[in-house]
Every structure is written in C-alpha cells, then in structure tokens.
C-alpha cells in the first residue's frame, strides 16, 4: 500500500523569501514521486519527478526536491518565491512495485505576498 | 512536450441531461487515459482508467452507468455524464501517461472541465 501526506494545507510566503512545502510517503516498494503545480480552474503541471536516479531532483521555474529515504520525505523547495508560484502543488507517489495508480497528496495552497 | 487537450473547459447544463467532455492526446499515442473528479479545494480523485478499445476499470464507489468512459481510439478518450444532477457539478480533469516505463513516467494533464448541472 501507498499513501502520501502533504503537512500543510496553506503556506503563505513574501515575495522573495524561500518556499517549502512538505510531502511525506510510505510506500510498500521503491516508489516513484511526483510535484504537481495546479493554477485556478486549470489541470496540474509536472514540476519534477524523481524515479531512483539523483536524489536531488531539479525542476521547471526554479524548483527542486530532495528524496529522503530515511525520512520517507520529498520536499519541495524554491529559493525565492515569485507571485507567479502561487497555485495549487499536489505531491505524488507512484508505488512501482505494484500496478495501482498514482496517490495523490490532499495539496497545498501556496500563497505568495507582495 | 506532450499534449493532453480537454474539452469543454467548462459546460452548464440541466438537471437530468446528459454531458460529454473529450480528453484527446495530441501528439502522442495513449492506450490508457485517466479520469479525475476534483472537488472545491480538495485532491484529485480517481474515478477510472480508460483503456483503448476494451472497457474502463473503475475505482470503487463509481457508478459506471452514470459516468460512461469510451476509448475509441488511442488520441480520444470521452466521459459522458448522464442524466446529470446537481451533486455532479465538479471539476473532471483527465490524463495521459506518456512513455513506456510505466508508474514511472509521469501523467501529463488536460486544464480540466469545470461542470455546473442547474
């Protein structure tokens, strides 16, 4: 069995100050693990993904995610956060040891402020 | 990059007719599509996975009679909504998987439909 939790239901963030958005997962097998960014009444965007090769995982718009096994953790971090970050982001885990479907993580709203 | 179109991106219709929303792949090939319902401000949920030219498998607690999948070809999967109520206004978001490894390769995603039944 799989499952994703994502700590934070909202993070709010100044323009400028970094970003983290937590994600933590257990999984049965090694997993694959996903970061969705989702904007209003759009479909979800693939920021990056991490599939055993690096276990820091570099992204579209400045993001990246760092795999940690020992804390079955894959966080999401940005430098400095844009206004344009501001969306919807879904953590993902894909369990490759079996044929289930991606878990998705409840989300979290990411405010930026001016 | 790959391209999943969805369409409409938004439909209002009455109570007790029937909607079709298409989720095509544009310029890939795509044997298995996904169906999602997205209610306000909650995750994604899998209502089934469509799989061209045979029948859609769906996730348990969806009624197949009411939300018809059809796979005809590998670019064009449909939902049909039928005899929508109100209790089925929501976000419906469709997806594909592109290449060949499986739960590894990530699912590229339609903008979504965003359905009010009056």
């Not at chain 2, 991106?9 to 544009?26: A, M, N, P, Q, Y």
Request: aromatic share 10%; glycine share 6%; hydrophobic share 35%.
């Amino acid at each position: 069995a799989q499952s994703v939790t994502q700590l934070d239901s909202h993070v709010s963030v100044s323009e400028g100050t970094p970003v983290l958005l937590r994600c933590n997962y257990s999984s049965s097998y090694s997993p694959s693990l996903f970061w969705y960014v989702q904007h209003p009444n759009k479909g979800l965007q693939l920021l990056l993904k991490y599939t055993s090769a690096a276990t820091l995982v570099k992204g579209i718009n400045g993001f990246e995610a760092e795999f940690k096994k020992s804390e079955t953790s894959f966080h999401l971090t940005k430098p400095s956060a844009h206004m344009s970050d501001a969306a919807e982001y879904f953590c993902v885990v894909s369990d490759r040891g079996s044929a289930r479907q991606l878990t998705f993580g409840s989300g979290t709203q990411l405010t930026v402020l001016p | 990059g790959a391209v999943v179109s969805q369409h409409p991106s938004w439909v209002i219709c009455k109570s007790g007719t029937s909607v079709k929303i298409e989720c095509r792949s544009l310029d890939f090939q795509a044997t298995t599509m996904f169906w999602y319902r997205q209610f306000p401000k909650q995750s994604l949920m899998l209502m089934a996975t469509s799989n061209e030219g045979s029948k859609a498998t769906y996730e348990q607690g969806v009624e197949k009679d009411k939300f018809l999948i059809n796979h005809a070809s590998l670019t064009l999967s449909t939902l049909t909504v039928t005899s929508a109520h109100p209790e089925d206004s929501s976000f419906y978001i469709c997806s594909a998987r592109v290449g060949t490894g499986g739960n590894n390769s990530p699912l590229h995603f339609g903008n979504g439909t965003r359905l009010t039944v009056t």
